[in-house]
């Protein structure tokens, strides 16, 4: 692990992100720059497809957490939170990129984001996304079961350490995407679940 150099810490991650982040999507972005009047999410929870995408997430997330660990135990905190940054800023500019070739749009305006966001996050991770508020600047979901929280619970995380690993990778790589698509667009976090089977609430923001 000793000889881990930086470079090849960022392909392996780059890979591992892709991998959950890059699946299903090209069909779903293509469909909807053809007919961009899509329907509200509704509760997909206990779809077979749903279900089979979130269970692969976490599954990839597990080995993820666990590579992690091995990274903090030869880099330190510091190090490892930098090189993980890097990573999923790396993996989120490249994900906004393929957005932009492959639906064509110019304007990524929130109702624009709100039409691409949600499906990206169902088809790549499972989760689901159910819009409870909009206003003019946000629209705010409940977020269904999440693979993060699951995957860390596996790993024997506390829902305090769990929220850590939210936001220095899912939460961020949102949060980088939205950025990617709109400069002025944002995730944010409103309250975090405490057991698997709870929800988070969280928005997307065009200030």
Same mark, same amino acid.
């Given at each position: ?8 810490? +960022? ?8 991998? +959950?982040s ?5 069909? @779903? ?6 007919? !961009?009047d899509? !329907?509200?999410?509704?509760? &997909? ?7 089979g995408?979130?269970?692969?997430? *976490?599954?990839g ?10 990274? +903090? ?5 510091? @190090? ?11 993996i ?27 499906? &990206? ?9 159910e819009?409870?508020?909009? *206003? !003019? ?8 079961? $999440?693979p993060?929280?699951e995957?860390?619970?596996m ?10 690993? $939210? ?5 961020l ?10 400069p ?24």
């Amino acid at each position: 692990m000793r000889n881990v150099s930086r470079r090849c810490f +960022l392909k392996r991650g780059a890979i591992g992100l892709a991998a +959950l982040s890059g699946m299903g999507m090209i069909g @779903r972005l293509t469909a909807f720059a053809a007919n !961009p009047d899509n !329907p509200e999410m509704t509760d &997909l929870a206990n779809d077979p497809a749903i279900s089979g995408t979130l269970k692969g997430a *976490t599954t990839g997330l597990v080995f993820m957490g666990a590579y992690e660990k091995a990274m +903090l135990e030869e880099f330190g905190q510091e @190090r490892t939170a930098a090189l993980q940054e890097e990573a999923v800023q790396y993996i989120a500019k490249s994900q906004a990129a393929m957005i932009k070739e492959e639906t064509g749009i110019q304007d990524f305006d929130l109702e624009t984001l709100h039409s691409i966001v949600p499906d &990206l996050l169902k088809d790549s991770m499972g989760l689901v996304f159910e819009p409870i508020e909009k *206003t !003019p600047t946000q629209i705010t979901y409940k977020v269904g079961r $999440c693979p993060m929280f699951e995957s860390s619970e596996m790993l024997g995380m506390e829902p305090a350490a769990i929220q850590g690993r $939210c936001r220095a990778v899912a939460l961020l790589y949102l949060d980088l995407v939205l950025k990617g698509l709109n400069p002025n667009a944002s995730a944010q976090l409103n309250s975090f679940r405490q057991t698997a089977g709870d929800h988070c609430v969280e928005s997307i923001v065009v200030s």
